[in-house]
């Protein structure tokens, strides 16, 4: 990160307190833990890690390079189709609802702070209803920050908003999350390098067991996340 200022853009867009609503969400976590499923704070952290180098590598990250890459330059067209792409990969309701909810937040946040240019506003009507990392991509082209570093942190956002979903929701202390966090967070360079390097008939997200919880988790009676 070359530039002072857009490693402050990134810091704030990467921030807990950015008012999206991504806290509310477990992505089915919730109800791994409440089922039994994952009884213990390793049980969970295994399942954290299946989800970042199966969803988040192959499927989530490649994906929000590649509209990072259709945003500079300008090519509206794939803009639309990997933000479609991302949508339909949501295989249950409250996967699909999450995304667009928070997507479309994070959007409405640029419109009021006045930073999306004409070439972002194009973009955002050619893809709309916009996904959280198409969205995503749109802040990134607003405040110049460089595309590695953006993908870097859109992961450690996911990873951080899953370790603390955990803490919520199983009785595992916050210095066990501190440690998960440090454990898990090796990979993200790599999952970074990866993330440009995937050829695109290569990228997927198929992941039955986060699909199945995220649809059991619809119906669970007692909850703390929307998701």
């Not at 213990?40 to 499927?59: K, Y």
Request: net charge negative.
């Amino acid at each position: 990160m070359r530039e002072p200022l857009a490693l402050v853009r990134l810091l704030q867009l990467a921030s807990p307190a950015l008012p999206i609503g991504a806290y509310s969400y477990s992505q089915g976590l919730e109800w791994m833990a409440e089922s039994g499923s994952l009884c213990d704070g390793p049980a969970m952290q295994a399942w954290i890690d299946d989800l970042l180098h199966n969803v988040i590598a192959t499927g989530e990250a490649p994906v929000l390079w590649r509209l990072l890459e259709a945003i500079d330059t300008g090519d509206h067209g794939a803009f639309a189709e990997w933000n479609g792409w991302f949508r339909s990969s949501r295989e249950g309701a409250e996967l699909r609802a999450e995304t667009l909810q928070t997507g479309g937040s994070l959007v409405k946040l640029l419109a009021d702070l006045r930073v999306l240019d004409d070439a972002a506003r194009a973009a955002n009507a050619a893809a709309d209803p916009v996904t959280l990392p198409a969205a995503f991509a749109l802040a990134v082209r607003a405040w110049a920050i460089p595309h590695a570093d953006a993908v870097t942190a859109y992961v450690w956002s996911w990873l951080e908003n899953q370790v603390l979903a955990m803490l919520k929701a199983m009785a595992v202390g916050q210095v066990a999350g501190q440690r998960m966090l440090l454990t898990l967070g090796t990979t993200i360079p790599a999952i970074v390098v990866r993330s440009r390097a995937i050829a695109d008939d290569d990228i997927t997200s198929f992941a039955p067991g986060l699909a199945l919880a995220s649809a059991r988790h619809e119906t669970q009676y007692s909850r703390l996340f929307r998701s």
